[in-house]
């Protein structure tokens, strides 16, 4: 199983939020510095949000990104902002290995179909950020029907892989909801990367178990609730 560390930035610092809040800011340093945390603690992959992007900002954060892609040299999957085709395609020709696509698969899902056909689906993960049973969109702050729905939907038009976060328990360190993660991966052909309430290495063990392709770790692993070393270990 793959282990992604967050890098989200926010204001061009990495930070991490509590279900989504920006109010709830806590600043970690500059994202280059976190990334190179993680790639020494034996990382082979990063997940970066743009939240900036995912606030309305999309141009913000675009040169520390860059600086991300070309300073690790590492699988860099991102996410956050991504409006239009034309957003897609130029992150992925400036080297970053997946783009994640969220509000846009549910408002062009045919979008997928696109990059699938220019990039290879490999590349391009689907969102599937989920309150309850229903697809959360615009930043968390709408819903759009059952995630269930939707996946099969973004499975049809091309996606090569689905990110699973769970809304409800997103920053909180309280744990998985494993329930609503093995319905979707039961649901779906495609590989289930999962974030959102992973807080030790049990959560890391279980979500392999019930073949989780991935998991993403957050606040737990910033906090410290959770080591890096630790996590790798139970994804062996």
Same mark, same amino acid.
């Given at each position: $199983?793959?282990?992604?560390?967050?890098?989200?930035? *926010?204001?061009?610092?990495? %930070?991490?939020?509590?279900? #989504?809040?920006?109010? &709830?800011?806590?600043?970690?340093?500059?994202?280059?510095?976190?990334?190179?945390?993680?790639?020494? !603690?034996?990382?082979? +992959?990063?997940? %970066?949000?743009?939240?900036?992007?995912?606030?309305?900002?999309?141009?913000?954060?675009?040169?520390?990104?860059?600086?991300?892609?070309?300073? =690790?040299?590492?699988?860099?999957? *991102? @996410?956050?902002?991504?409006? !239009?085709?034309?957003?897609?395609?130029?992150? /992925?020709?400036? #080297?970053?290995?997946?783009?994640?696509?969220?509000? /846009? +698969? =549910?408002?062009?899902?045919?979008?997928?179909?696109?990059?699938? =056909?220019?990039? #290879?689906?490999?590349?391009? $993960?689907? @969102?599937?950020?989920?309150?309850?049973?229903?697809?959360?969109?615009?930043?968390?702050?709408?819903?759009?029907?059952?995630? *269930?729905?939707?996946? !099969? /939907?973004?499975?049809?038009?091309?996606?090569?892989?689905?990110?699973?976060?769970?809304?409800?328990?997103?920053?909180?360190?309280?744990?998985?909801?494993?329930?609503? %993660?093995?319905?979707?991966?039961?649901?779906?052909? *495609?590989?289930?990367?999962? +974030? #959102?309430?992973? &807080?030790?290495?049990?959560? %890391?063990?279980?979500?392999?178990?019930?073949?989780?392709?991935?998991?993403? /770790?957050?606040?737990?692993?910033? &906090?410290?609730?959770?080591?890096?070393?630790?996590?790798?270990?139970? &994804?062996?």
């Amino acid at each position: $199983m793959e282990v992604f560390p967050a890098v989200d930035i *926010l204001h061009g610092r990495c %930070v991490q939020l509590v279900q #989504g809040n920006a109010d &709830s800011a806590t600043d970690f340093g500059t994202p280059i510095e976190c990334a190179r945390r993680w790639l020494s !603690s034996g990382a082979h +992959a990063l997940h %970066v949000i743009n939240l900036d992007g995912a606030f309305g900002r999309s141009e913000k954060n675009a040169g520390l990104i860059r600086e991300l892609v070309s300073e =690790t040299g590492v699988i860099i999957q *991102l @996410g956050g902002g991504i409006r !239009s085709f034309d957003d897609a395609r130029s992150w /992925l020709d400036c #080297g970053v290995e997946r783009v994640i696509i969220g509000t /846009l +698969a =549910t408002k062009d899902p045919d979008v997928l179909t696109r990059l699938a =056909t220019e990039f #290879g689906s490999r590349r391009i $993960m689907a @969102g599937v950020d989920a309150r309850g049973d229903q697809i959360a969109i615009e930043g968390w702050q709408e819903t759009s029907g059952d995630y *269930l729905s939707w996946a !099969s /939907l973004f499975e049809e038009k091309g996606a090569g892989s689905l990110l699973y976060t769970n809304v409800d328990v997103e920053g909180l360190q309280q744990g998985v909801s494993f329930s609503p %993660v093995r319905r979707l991966i039961d649901h779906t052909g *495609l590989p289930v990367t999962v +974030a #959102g309430g992973i &807080s030790d290495r049990n959560d %890391v063990a279980g979500l392999k178990k019930i073949g989780a392709y991935g998991v993403v /770790l957050g606040s737990a692993l910033y &906090s410290g609730k959770l080591r890096l070393e630790d996590a790798l270990e139970e &994804s062996i």
